[in-house]
């Protein structure tokens, strides 16, 4: 997987899937439940190992596309390009030193029963001229190198 793929989907974050589909930007896959009961707000599509693409169930609008670097439960890892300044390993400070100060940024916290630390997160606004109502959210493993990339919608019109 190329680099202008991912930044195609982050830019078509709040399309709707049947729109999605219709260009060509996703692939003709169902979209699954998170959980098998009957409650769910959101349903995915993983259309390439590595990467989820979250849809809202109400609207199925999407509203996140998340891009996993490192396995931490048994799920595949993404192994394609990225677009610029993210590359495939990254730490908190080379984070740091290419984005500058984060937007929001969670503490480590330990996982419940002995699943061990997490590093916390950062997230940063992107260009809100090109890439309105979108942020990511880069998510840190106990020794602060980069789990997963997410990008979402800031606002995205729900609880």
Known sequence: MNAEMVALWVSSLSGLYSDLLA??????QPLTPLFEDDDNEDLLQKPIPGVELWFWAKTKRLEQVMI????????P?????????????????????GLGVPSESKPPFKLPGGMGMRGGSDSYYL?????????????????????????????????
């Open 23 to 28: 260009k060509g930007v996703i692939p003709d």
């Open 68 to 75: 996993i670097l490192i396995q931490t439960v048994d799920q």
């Open 77 to 97: 890892i993404y192994t394609g390009a990225l677009p610029e300044p993210f590359t495939l390993h990254m730490d908190q400070r080379s984070v740091r030193n």
């Open 127 to 159: 260009n809100q001229d090109t890439h309105p109502n979108i942020m990511v959210t880069l998510s840190y493993l106990g020794d602060l190198t980069v789990n997963n990339i997410c990008f979402s919608l800031i606002d995205p019109g729900h609880d």
